[in-house]
Antibody
Framework: QVQLVQSGAEVKKPGASVKVSCKASGYTFTSYGISWVRQAPGQGLEWMGW????????NYAQKLQGRVTMTTDTSTSTAYMELRSLRSDDTAVYYC???????????WGQGTMVTVSS | DIQMTQSPSSLSASVGDRVTITCRASQSISSYLNWYQQKPGKAPKLLIY???SLQSGVPSRFSGSGSGTDFTLTISSLQPEDFATYYC????????FGPGTKVDIK
């Protein structure tokens, strides 16, 4: 079935970097884009950015510009999100989501908890 | 950026109730509006796309309406599995989510 499976939880110190993976299966990876959305504890959903799995084009949220990089590996149908210079307020569950044909996020990964703590 | 608001922020309802949640955009977004359901500890699930189209596999008790700046999500007869938080999301420009509406048991 169509699914996105993410890498496991991470604990990082302030100033470090984290790279989360999102492996797609059950569909043609290069036919859809992948967005990343995060959710701080007890808070709402925040869109972080998008990458085209077809050509690697990206669009990042302005507040994360310069700290986030999204990439894909089409040979393994995997998307990656790297966030640098981590701060305590980056503590959140990070989700990858497929951008479906109707401009909606129709398939979601299970989420990856990233904790930033000294 | 387009700002999204939702009302109410929370509501208490009983099984069988008709529930309506409102979402408003700070500028016209045509019908580029999606609705998601999220249960605790789980990823969001797409319910409605393009303001009023039901995602495959979603029960027909869920419906969406609206265009421009004002949208509604209606649950015609609330079921036990519907207690969750609901988010609207605009896809007209840089994606943005509403703050959510938590539906809990009265």
């Amino acid at each position: 079935q169509v699914q996105l499976v993410q890498s496991g939880a991470e604990v990082k110190k302030p100033g470090a970097s984290v790279k989360v993976s999102c492996k797609a299966s059950g569909y043609t990876f290069t036919s859809y884009g992948i967005s990343w959305v995060r959710q701080a504890p007890g808070q709402g959903l925040e869109w972080m950015g998008w990458i085209s799995a077809y050509n690697g084009n990206t669009n990042y949220a302005q507040k994360l510009q310069g700290r986030v990089t999204m990439t894909t590996d089409t040979s393994t149908s995997t998307a990656y999100m790297e966030l640098r210079s981590l701060r305590s307020d980056d503590t959140a569950v990070y989700y990858c989501a497929r951008l479906g044909g109707h401009d909606a996020f129709d398939i979601w990964g299970q989420g990856t908890m990233v904790t930033v703590s000294s | 950026d387009i700002q999204m608001t939702q009302s109410p922020s929370s509501l208490s309802a009983s099984v069988g109730d008709r529930v309506t949640i409102t979402c408003r955009a700070s500028q016209s977004i045509s019908s580029y509006l999606n609705w998601y359901q999220q249960k605790p500890g789980k990823a969001p699930k797409l319910l409605i796309y393009a303001a009023s189209s039901l995602q495959s596999g979603v029960p027909s008790r869920f419906s969406g309406s609206g265009s421009g700046t004002d949208f509604t999500l209606t649950i015609s007869s609330l079921q036990p599995e519907d207690f969750a938080t609901y988010y609207c999301q605009q896809s007209y420009s840089t994606p943005g989510f509403g703050p959510g509406t938590k539906v809990d048991i009265k």
